[in-house]
């Protein structure tokens, strides 16, 4: 069994930052692709970042320049550093990872959702 925790959201002000982690464990034998998805009330999931288990990353136009992900291999984390932050930031973040354990192949496990609130 796989499970993946967040941990790192909350309040911030405008223009703030926040660092979001995320850990996976278990019967882990290999991570491919890692991300991190967002939803804001009202509205659906979005893709925001992913990194690959080479470090190669991808963003969406709403959080290129702002955010950086980065990943530790042996540790089999994810980090999320959110800077600039502003109020449409505002969304549960969710962590996903592709991961191959030793019972079933490579499949999509994600995160219970963290709260970032971005007001003054």
């Known amino acids: 069994q796989v499970q993946l925790v967040e941990s790192g959201g909350g309040l911030v002000q405008p223009g703030g930052s926040l660092r979001l982690s995320c850990a996976a464990s278990?019967?882990?034998?290999?991570?491919?692709?890692m991300g991190w998805y967002r939803q804001a009330p009202g509205k659906q999931r979005e893709l925001i970042t992913t990194?690959?288990?080479?470090?190669?990353?991808n963003y969406a136009d709403s959080v290129k320049g702002r955010f950086t992900i980065s990943r530790d291999n042996a540790k089999n984390m994810v980090d999320l550093q959110m800077n600039d932050l502003k109020p449409e930031d505002t969304a549960v973040y969710y962590c996903?990872?592709?991961?191959?354990?030793?019972?079933?192949?490579?499949?999509?496990?994600w995160g219970q959702g963290t709260q970032v609130t971005v007001s003054s």
């Open positions: 990194i690959t288990s080479g470090g190669s990353t």
């Open positions: 996903n990872a592709v991961i191959l354990t030793r019972s079933s192949n490579f499949r999509n496990y």
């Open positions: 278990g019967s882990i034998l290999s991570i491919n692709v």
